[in-house]
């Protein structure tokens, strides 16, 4: 499952998702991180208060991986068929 992450608030569900998929309980992810049932739920709940290093903690026990890459031109969205065509000008 690839996914663009924009925002934080996106992640949670994510997580959450990512950790089911692998068959993992809170409490067995955590006890794999070294950490508390309770701080994994509060990660998931609140991914904007995990550092870098917590995220990639999680991701590798998950056997998930962070791909970092330039956001594509609207050029090239446009090319790709990615950007939205109205039928006519929008009115002001």
């Known amino acids: 499952m690839r996914q663009v992450l924009s925002v934080s608030s996106q992640l949670s569900p994510w997580l959450k998702a990512a950790r089911k998929e692998a068959g993992l309980s809170q409490q067995e992810l955590a006890a794999r991180l070294g950490i508390s049932q309770s701080r994994v739920s509060h990660m998931e ?13 999680i991701f590798s026990v998950l056997g998930l991986e962070i791909m970092i890459g330039p956001k594509p ?14 039928s006519s000008p929008p009115e002001w």
């Not at 904007?48 to 990639?56: C, M, R």
């Not at 031109?73 to 109205?86: I, K, P, W, Y």
């Open 45 to 57: 709940l609140h991914p904007g208060t995990l550092s870098v290093e917590q995220l990639l903690d």
């Open 73 to 86: 031109s609207t050029e090239a969205s446009d090319a790709l068929g990615l950007v939205a065509r109205e």
